[in-house]
């Protein structure tokens, strides 16, 4: 008697086609961002920035946060007259942690871009693997945070005169959500024409940990204390 060749397959004998998805483990939550500004895209958000400053003077806007729903980094590449493509990606080279060559920091790195207060990078690559390792071993976890400020003093020797210990961002709190590597951004000052500078790196950032850990990239949440047009406030 001939096989039946019209019978149904299991699934065991099928090629696979398709990697299949992992399943994300993620704890049970309620987010409350959904109450606050929600913009597409990091553009959408800078646009915002800028119209609720003033350019020049003391004027500072308090307590301001806002959601980006695309964060990867072809979405958050914002450039500007001060921060053309080439600045924005050699100034997230250096924030990573990252070679780059001397004629790029000859043709981009300027004052007026921003300083020892911007300058991420000490350490940032033991940072970025300490949060892959935390989220992978336990996903549930609450302690995948990048911490920016006091790289090589404690926080004990604070002196607000020295702007290297004046981090503008202050730390990342990574998170698995609905499947998704999310973040919220917390954010002492910051000025709004410096935005498209950290938003590019902190994209970076994130899909890099989002690879790492085979998850989608999900939305950013950035919070800030401080919020000015430029940089002639006092004491930004």
Avoid at 1 to 27: F, G, L, R, V, Y
Avoid at 36 to 55: C, D
Avoid at 113 to 136: S, W
Wanted: glycine share 6%.
């Amino acid at each position: 008697m001939s096989p039946n060749t019209d019978a149904p397959k299991s699934n065991n004998d099928e090629p696979p086609t398709k990697k299949q998805k992992k399943e994300i483990q993620c704890a049970p939550s309620k987010n409350l961002n959904d109450g606050f500004p929600r913009f597409t895209t990091a553009k959408e958000m800078y646009s915002h920035l800028r119209s609720i400053t003033k350019p020049g003077g003391e004027f500072v806007v308090r307590n301001f946060v806002g959601v980006i729903e695309d964060i990867s980094p072809s979405s958050s590449l914002v450039e500007t007259d001060l921060f053309p493509r080439g600045a924005l990606e050699y100034y997230t080279k250096k924030n990573m942690g990252w070679d780059y060559s001397k004629e790029e920091l000859d043709q981009w790195q300027l004052a007026e871009r921003g300083g020892a207060q911007g300058d991420y990078r000490d350490g940032m690559q033991k940072k970025i693997a300490n949060v892959v390792d935390c989220l992978k071993s336990e996903p549930l976890s609450k302690r995948a945070v990048i911490p920016i400020p006091f790289n090589s003093e404690g926080s004990e020797s604070a002196n607000w005169k020295d702007q290297g210990q004046n981090k503008c961002c202050r730390e990342l709190h990574l998170y698995l959500e609905d499947g998704k590597l999310k973040c919220t951004g917390i954010v002492r000052m910051q000025n709004a024409n410096i935005f498209v500078k950290n938003i590019h790196f902190f994209a970076t950032l994130l899909d890099y940990v989002a690879k790492e850990l085979d998850v989608e990239l999900g939305e950013y949440t950035h919070w800030i204390t401080n919020l000015c047009h430029d940089r002639t406030a006092t004491s930004c």
